[in-house]
């Protein structure tokens, strides 16, 4: 009777357990309840009392086991079950959490047991104003021409503030000044961006740099302000803005990049020339997480990661690239890049509610809650819960990704007491991951009797698997974290099986396992850069060196392939100066090399594996020309293809060492092959002349004397320090003249400062006036009288030169040897032409003038000699030289 009585009753409460069961999946799907807290809010502050929200009354708090249940791992809320109040485990940070999103919400369930219930909920975080105004950039530098008309616009580079709403940047001020005033744009996503405006036309000349002042404030109660410098370098004219190739770039890139792999290339043109058409990338309105994860080449364009992609935190990103030119103009577009989802993370379980104890013969009695997640997306993050198939068990989805473990029939005590059911989360991607991995599955037994028969199964302590118990003898093997291949490639498991009888008794059973590969390695290069050198004519297809890349991977994971990636500098003909083999990464030089056109180049070599999806690296390889000995030198002075030869006057009173000319050489080539040296081959009167070996001058090696020819011809042989040494020749002419040494005497302003230094005495000054005076009306008369004897000639006159008459020259006139008569080398004439000209050969006149009466007055003032020389500044005297 009794019996009967208490199995009543376990069917009664077994369809009120269902019937809530029922009623808290139904009350899950309404709508939720809504709560706010500001962000930074003390941990333990209240947040609300729920017990008008749960129906409930605080006697029914511990009978129905209120908790709260959020997504993921961290319980940031707690549920005080003694009054109801739902309270902060922590200080919540809005901008940790949400970002830029707004509102920022963290969902989370309450859970009733007895029966079981959910409520859903939803507590917003207020933003308060916490974040000041950051300009990224400390100076910001703008380039603008001093063409450019006023009323143009500038966009500069906006401030970040992680606040949002009302708290988030509102305005920009700038210092006052009388060229740009501020204009404010509002963007279509909200963003006021500003901008500046020229008010009147820049003049480089008058300021070549304006420094102002941008600060940028927010919209909090008090306003937070940052501010930035910005530096205006004011440029020449420049009327052609760079041309983007295409203004939207759209790429796709795997959340598995390696870091310094290439994103994409933007390229742009600009059909100035010079400086003006030179091109710089750089970013350009850009979060400080596209900085931290992307850098971009400001010659090339080339846009590279510097760090890991993670699809579950950032799905996409848009980067601005701005490309300025030498003169300031500007253009920019837009970089779209998407990140691929892989699988990389496997589903999470928590368990909410797990009853240990079930009453047998119960129908569908509630084992377990539990909630499930994956932060992949798509296929990668749809997942699938299951139990073993032979257990009594089935699983139940509630709502979103809770599922509940509820027994499918009446379990029977005496059959069997206990079940070891393992979840198994999997999701749908490629490859599928499971929240864990089982290695083998195994049974053991033993024929003995109570202790003797009792079995325990272990496995060593510095493996990284564990034994799990699933049914009766049968164990599973599962490996409790990810494995590396690369690490460890093998496991000796020795599962040991001891009794607990006396004495025990054990037997062991080893179980080797393999982990297979995955391409999870880059290729990796053996340096980072690799210097090669080649001479320079060199014959094509030659072998200049070899880069190598090696995979920790196995099989096809670890085969390298090698290529070649497009130059930096476009106008490097990279394909037609070397290539490289695929296979084993040798590269070739394709044609013969110069170095006086190109001395060094440098290119990009990738070497990329063949695994699913490949993975890939890069190194830089630079190739440095080094020079031959294939140019001669050549000679620019004195030139060798004018059709007269070129003459060096050298005076006959020269001293050793007088410097008649300098033989000036250069070699296009470098180093010790453009080492020049120079040697006097031959000479007409060897001895006489010397050619310095380092400097090509050539000089005097003696006095010269009246036996010495009149002409001479010097070869002079240039030579460079290469091997072999290649040479050149070059001829000199060297004329011999009497008298040339005037341009030698010490020049007026040397005499000037001489007679200044001297001390100043009257008598010598009335004395130096005097002999001056009478010495100019001499010269004169005598000039006259030439002038009119000799221009006096029709022919020679109209011709504007003075003829040398046949026959020997009038011995009173003019006095060279000093016995009388005109040497036969040459003759000298006197003759005053249309102007005034120049004195040049006045020394062979000077002894006879002497000779006639002015060696007394010489003896009577040495300052005869002075007044006369002093004389030679005020008259200007054409001499002309005429060949015998």
């Known amino acids: 009777m009794e019996v009967g009585e208490r199995k009543e009753r376990f069917l009664k409460q077994r369809q009120v357990l269902i019937f809530f069961v029922f009623l808290g999946i139904t009350q899950a799907g309404s709508e939720p309840r809504h709560y706010s807290v500001a962000e930074e809010t003390e941990s333990g502050s209240f947040v609300a009392n729920l017990l ?32 109801g109040d739902l309270l902060l485990n922590e200080k919540l940070d809005r901008e940790e959490l949400c970002g830029p999103i707004e509102p920022c919400v963290l969902p989370f369930q309450m859970l009733l047991e007895n029966p079981l219930q959910f409520f859903q909920a939803e507590l917003r975080i207020r933003d308060i104003n916490d974040h000041s105004p950051v300009f990224i950039d400390k100076e910001i530098v703008l380039k603008i021409s001093e063409s450019i008309t006023p009323e143009t616009t500038f966009l500069i580079e906006r401030a970040q503030d992680l606040d949002v709403g009302s708290n988030s940047l509102q305005s920009y001020t700038v210092s006052p000044n009388s060229h740009f005033h501020l204009k404010l744009q509002e963007s279509p996503s909200g963003t006021v961006l500003p901008q500046l405006v020229l008010n009147k036309a820049l003049d480089r000349e008058e300021q070549p740099e304006i420094r102002l002042i941008l600060t940028a404030l927010d919209g909090g109660t008090p306003p937070r302000s940052g501010t930035t410098l910005v530096r205006i370098e004011v440029l020449d004219i420049n009327d052609n803005a760079p041309e983007f190739a295409k203004l939207l770039y759209e790429v796709q ?46 010659k090339s364009g080339e846009l590279l990661l510097t760090q890991e992609l993670d699809f579950e935190s950032i799905q996409n990103y848009t980067l601005n690239i701005q490309a300025t030119d030498g003169g300031g103009l500007s253009e920019s577009c837009v970089v779209f890049v998407q990140v691929m989802d892989l699988n990389d993370n496997p589903p999470e379980l928590t368990m909410s509610t797990l009853i240990n104890e079930i009453p047998e013969n119960l129908q569908e009695t509630i084992t377990a809650v539990f909630s499930v997640s994956d932060p992949d997306s798509g296929d990668n993050g749809r997942m699938v819960c299951s139990i073993q198939d032979d257990l009594p068990f089935i699983l139940k989805p509630s709502v979103e990704n809770f599922y509940t473990l509820v027994t499918n029939r009446a379990l029977d005590r005496e059959t069997r007491s206990e079940y070891n059911i393992t979840i198994t989360a999997t999701d749908t991607g490629t490859p599928r991951l499971t929240s864990e991995t089982l290695v083998a599955l195994f049974s053991v037994r ?39 291949r690369e690490e460890k490639a093998e496991y000796n498991i020795t599962i040991t099986v001891t009794d607990m009888g006396t004495p025990r008794l054990k037997t062991q059973h080893n179980i080797t396992v393999l982990v297979s590969d995955v391409n999870d390695n880059a290729p990796a290069f053996t340096q980072a850069s690799y210097t090669l050198r080649v001479r320079e004519n ?3 297809a030659l072998h200049i060196g070899t880069v190598s890349a090696t995979d920790t991977d196995a099989g096809a994971n670890a085969q390298v392939t090698y290529s070649l990636l497009p130059p930096a500098d476009p106008h490097v003909p990279l394909a037609s100066l070397v290539s490289i083999n695929a296979d084993n990464g040798h590269l070739f030089a394709l044609r013969s090399l110069d170095y006086e056109a190109l001395r060094a180049f440098e290119f990009r070599v990738g070497a990329a594996d063949r695994g699913s999806p490949p993975l890939s690296s890069q190194a830089l390889v630079r190739v440095l020309v080094e020079d031959d000995n294939d140019n001669a030198p050549f000679v620019l002075y004195p030139l060798q293809n004018t059709s007269a030869p070129c003459t060096e006057l050298l005076p006959r009173a020269a001293e050793p060492g007088y410097l008649v000319t300098k033989v000036v050489a250069v070699d296009g080539d470098a180093g010790q092959n453009a080492w020049l040296s120079y040697q ?27 036996r010495d020819a009149a002409r001479h011809r010097l070869l002079v042989l240039v030579k460079d320090n290469g091997e072999p040494p290649l040479s050149a020749s070059v001829t000199l002419h060297v004329l011999l003249v009497d008298g040339f040494s005037q341009p030698h005497l010490p020049p007026p302003e040397a005499e000037a400062e001489a007679a200044a230094a001297a001390p100043a005495d009257p008598l010598t000054v009335y004395l130096v006036v005097a002999l001056a005076s009478v010495s100019s009306l001499f010269l004169f008369s005598v000039l006259v009288f030439v002038a009119v004897r000799l221009c006096g000639r029709g022919g020679a006159a109209r011709a504007g030169r003075c003829s040398v008459p046949e026959g020997p020259f009038p011995g009173h006139l003019v006095d060279v040897s000093g016995t009388g008569t005109l040497s036969h080398s040459y003759q000298y004439e006197v003759c005053l032409t249309g102007g005034l000209g120049t004195l040049k050969f006045l020394k062979p006149i000077i002894p006879n003038f002497l000779a006639q009466g002015g060696e007394r007055g010489s003896e009577a003032n040495p300052s005869f000699r002075n007044s006369f020389e002093f004389s030679q500044v005020f008259i200007r005297v054409s001499t002309v030289l005429s060949l015998s």
């Open 52 to 83: 008008k929200d749960l129906g409930l009354e605080i006697d029914d708090l511990a009978a129905r086991a209120p908790r709260v249940i959020s997504k993921g791992k961290k319980m940031r809320l707690h549920f005080d079950r003694q009054t």
């Open 253 to 298: 890139v795997q959340e598995n990049s390696p870091i310094g792999s290439q994103v994409a290339i933007v390229t742009a043109r600009d059909l100035d020339t010079g400086a003006y058409g030179e091109i710089s990338y750089v970013f350009s309105q850009a979060s400080e997480d596209i900085r931290k994860t992307f850098r971009i080449n400001e």
């Open 446 to 484: 033993d024929q003995d009797a109570g202790e003797n028969g009792r079995i325990v199964c272990s496995i060593q302590d510095d493996l990284p698997f564990f034994l799990k118990p699933t049914f009766k003898n049968f164990y599973t093997l599962v490996s409790e974290k990810a494995l590396d």
């Open 538 to 540: 060199n014959s094509p």
């Open 680 to 706: 006097l081959l031959k000479a007409t009167e060897p001895g006489l002349f010397g050619v310095w070996a380092h400097n090509g001058e050539v000089r005097t090696a003696r006095p010269l004397s009246e």
